[in-house]
Nanobody, 125 residues
């Protein structure tokens, strides 16, 4: 049974940094693609980043490309999202999601069958 649990959200000032974690259980990361999505109030769910757990290739959305980084720890079954230079537009609930396959093209929430419960990030002064 694939289970994901996102954590690490909180209140951060503009310009600050934060690390989100996604704990995977019930399956081994390889050969899954793991993505982070986010959903701001009143907006559609937005793809943020994806990592191929088998080869470590990473992909980032245009809005976060120079500020965020995704990584994995295979031994711990963990996926991380390191976020820097945060701004108010990053405020959202962040979700991790998993699906067997490779990242390129896996940016639609409908591509993913397994989701964590979300962790909330608020960027505010």
């Amino acid at each position: 049974d694939v289970q994901l649990q996102a954590s690490g959200g909180g209140l951060v000032q503009p310009g600050g940094s934060l690390r989100l974690s996604c704990a995977a259980s019930g399956f081994t990361l390889d050969p899954y693609a793991i993505s982070w999505f986010r959903q701001a109030p009143g907006k559609e769910r937005e793809w943020v980043s994806c990592i191929n757990t088998n080869d470590g290739m990473t992909y980032l959305g245009k809005r976060v490309k120079d500020r965020f980084a995704i990584s994995r720890d295979i031994a711990k079954n963990m996926i991380y999202l390191d976020m820097g230079n945060l701004n108010t537009e990053d405020t959202a609930i962040y979700y991790c999601a998993a699906e067997i396959g490779s990242c390129p093209g896996f940016i639609d929430p409908r591509d993913y069958g397994s989701w964590g419960q979300g962790t909330e990030l608020t960027v505010s002064s």
